[in-house]
């Protein structure tokens, strides 16, 4: 049996991640990050603290804390009710503001993109096809064989359309729009309050959390891979944020 290398920690030296401090400004990725993995995105367990956890934290942060996600934001909000954070659904598509206001991208995936994944991949039993609002994503963590065939399908869609773009998350294959990016959602959020003025801190796990590590990073501020800092375990995540908001 091949082992998915996503389930396994990085074969590096572990960091020890840094102690949370009053004056960040925290962004947390949700799946894999504060979720842990599985074999579904449908299937997420959320651990029995972590709503409390955040809403802790957000209290000891004054409000600068917000989840970016690849779901969609109403997705978020479910998962994490009561709480409603400021952030971003489909990474960066839409993001809500510290005000409640929303800003959203003009840019959707054509219809008749997902019709044809759905139809292609009827007989690939194990694929997963997620709709979205500003794009697709054909999930095959339970189906790895297909992963060629899904990308060839995904390149035909988008070989004529150039403000689209494949993206790989964890044993996924994302179509979405070039523009969209964690680090839209880091810029238009630390240009407000209560995020201006702080140390901007991500914590992601993936390919598509490389554009919220490199806006932080370009904002003087730190990228923590969920992998090197934290063993590849969201339940270290959690711990680390229960120290800082129960402290």
């Known amino acids: 049996m091949t082992l998915d290398p996503f389930f396994l920690p990085r074969m590096m030296p572990i960091i020890h991640a840094p102690e949370l401090q009053p004056d960040w400004a925290l962004f947390l990725d949700l799946d894999d990050t504060l979720l842990d993995f599985e074999a579904t995105p449908s299937d997420v ?53 510290p005000d409640g206001s929303m800003d959203e991208i ?15 991949t009827a007989s690939m039993k194990g694929v997963m096809i997620e709709r979205k ?54 810029d238009r959020l630390m240009a407000s309050s209560p995020f201006a003025g702080r140390v901007p801190v991500f914590v992601g796990d993936d390919v598509t959390d490389l554009g919220g590590f490199n806006a932080v990073e370009r904002l003087g501020g730190i990228g923590l891979d969920v992998s090197e800092y934290f063993a590849g375990r969201p339940e270290e995540v959690r711990e680390w ?3 800082f908001a129960f402290a």
């Not at 970016?68 to 109403?74: D, N, T």
């Open 45 to 97: 367990v959320v651990a029995p603290d972590l709503v409390s956890t955040l809403k802790a934290t957000s209290f000891a942060l004054d409000g600068a804390l917000a989840i970016v996600s690849g779901r969609l934001l109403p997705e978020v909000d479910s998962l994490l009710a009561p709480l409603r954070l400021p952030g971003a659904g489909e990474h960066g598509a839409t993001i809500r503001m």
């Open 106 to 120: 003009d840019m959707r995936i054509p219809f008749g993109w997902v019709q044809e994944l759905l139809d292609a």
């Open 133 to 186: 609002i500003h794009g697709v994503v054909a999930h095959f963590r339970n189906a790895p064989q297909f992963e060629t065939q899904l990308r060839d399908l995904a390149t035909n869609l988008i070989a004529n359309a150039t403000a689209f773009e494949i993206i790989d998350g964890k044993m996924s294959i994302e179509i979405h729009p070039r523009t969209v990016t964690k680090a839209r959602m880091i």
């Open 241 to 243: 944020l229960r120290n």
